[in-house]
């Protein structure tokens, strides 16, 4: 019988749902040693909030996240809000003794990184960024073919992160837009994933050397009452060289006209290749120079066996699965940890990694050399 947790979201709308869809359905496709109660959501728009917790099932609301950190009835905090408010609710959420969730960016700078992981592990407290691409079973997959040599050394680790959502000079500014809310654009919303999981697939990131974009300079500001500057990237593209040795490039743009959501990558090895594009989730290119040579060519996984990461728990083979499953496998994996007292990736540490690769591919843009990322 699974234990109940009491579980509180703060931000109610695009990750606001993604994780509350997540919090309704994960005990109902897994087996799990606890159970999330949907406790209490926060947002700042009262009456959006309503219909939020309506819609979901949050049984209580909070204006104010200060005061929904401190409930003696919450036991979890999952922060989905804007990249500025990630630092001051995770640190108040940790040391108030609840473990916490926070969507990625971790935060805008490795500064901020640095201070929420200290507070989660002066509190002793389970902590998790919410990196979903990690549980992508195609993703998964990939790393176990990793893992068990099947790629051999891995030489490069080459990804693109294309959106273009913002090509139309006449899109509207949002925080998104704004350095002070954000840290900066397309590096900290699309770059943190991709540099997230060369860290996952092929290792610590050495040292990097970047560039950046801001192709339209001002926004009509929401209200429709003049424009604003815009003080992020729209594009940050950088090359890496890997500890390992291995190279590779990344570049990520909202700028990149008919790419919707496309983050493909590709890990090249001595034995063998995977090839991934997130706009075809379900399916893993993989090549082995191991077959026979008549028989050599890239090989298309539609992940969808039992056998495959997180499948059993779903459908048939064939019958596929969907974005909204990373967030449910997530939800699930964290809720594991947090039962059995064990760290769960990808955690605050590598959060601060990620931030660190990319605070070094903006200095290096802005002084035009290669910057060293050392361990720390
Ligand atoms: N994992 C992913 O694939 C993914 C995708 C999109 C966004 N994100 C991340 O999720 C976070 C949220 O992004 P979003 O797209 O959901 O933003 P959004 O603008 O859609 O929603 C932000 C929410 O935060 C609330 N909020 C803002 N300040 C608040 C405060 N002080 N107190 C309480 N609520 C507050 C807003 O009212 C809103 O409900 C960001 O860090 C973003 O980078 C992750």
Same mark, same amino acid.
């Given at each position: 019988m699974a234990k109940d947790i009491n579980v509180a979201i703060v931000g109610t709308k695009f990750m606001g749902r993604a994780h509350s869809n997540a919090y309704v359905d994960v005990s109902h496709f897994f087996d799990l040693p606890l159970h999330p109660v949907m406790r209490a959501a926060c947002g700042r728009d009262a009456a959006g909030l309503q219909s939020f917790a309506a819609r979901f099932g949050w049984q209580s609301t909070e204006t104010s996240w200060e005061k929904l950190v401190t409930?003696? @009835? *919450?036991q979890l905090v999952d922060i989905c809000t804007p990249n500025q408010t990630h630092m001051p609710i995770a640190v108040a959420a940790a040391r108030a003794g609840k473990h916490v969730m926070c969507e990625k960016p971790m935060a805008r700078n490795a500064d901020e990184a640095r201070r929420m992981l200290d507070a989660a592990q002066e509190a002793g407290v389970r902590h998790m960024v919410a990196? &979903?691409?990690?549980? $992508?079973p195609a993703i998964l997959l990939a790393h176990e073919l990793i893992d068990q040599g099947k790629?051999? @050394? *891995?030489?490069h680790f080459n990804a693109v992160y294309y959106q @273009?959502?913002? $090509? @139309?000079?006449?899109?509207g500014a949002t925080w998104r837009m704004d350095a002070q809310e954000a840290g900066s654009g397309a590096h900290g919303d699309l770059n943190a994933h991709v540099v997230d999981l060369a860290r996952f697939l092929a290792g610590e990131v050495a040292a990097v050397s970047g560039m950046q974009d801001t192709f339209v300079k001002e926004r009509p500001r929401g209200d429709g009452k003049g424009m604003v500057p815009v003080t992020v990237d729209d594009a940050t593209s950088f090359l890496a060289r890997f500890q390992n040795g291995a190279s590779g490039y990344f570049f990520s743009s909202?700028?990149?006209?008919?790419?919707? &959501?496309y983050l493909r990558l590709e890990v090249f090895g001595t034995k063998g290749s995977v090839a991934f594009n997130l706009e075809r989730m379900n399916e893993l290119e993989f090549y082995s120079r191991e077959d026979l040579d008549a028989e050599q060519g890239f090989r298309n996984i539609? $992940?969808? &066996?039992?056998?495959?990461?997180? *499948?059993?728990?779903?459908?048939?083979?064939?019958h596929i699965i969907g974005w909204e499953h990373t967030f449910i496998h997530e939800v699930r994996d964290f809720l594991t940890a947090i039962a059995a007292h064990e760290p769960v990736h990808a955690d605050f540490y590598d959060g601060l990694r990620c931030q660190q690769v990319l605070d070094a591919a903006v200095t290096s843009a802005s002084t035009g050399r290669w910057v060293d990322i050392p361990l720390t």
């Open positions: 409930r003696d @009835d *919450i990196f &979903n691409y990690r549980r $992508v790629l051999g @050394d *891995i030489m @273009d959502w913002l $090509v @139309d000079p006449s899109a909202r700028m990149c006209t008919g790419r919707k &959501n539609l $992940v969808t &066996n039992a056998s495959q990461p997180f *499948i059993s728990a779903w459908w048939p083979p064939g």
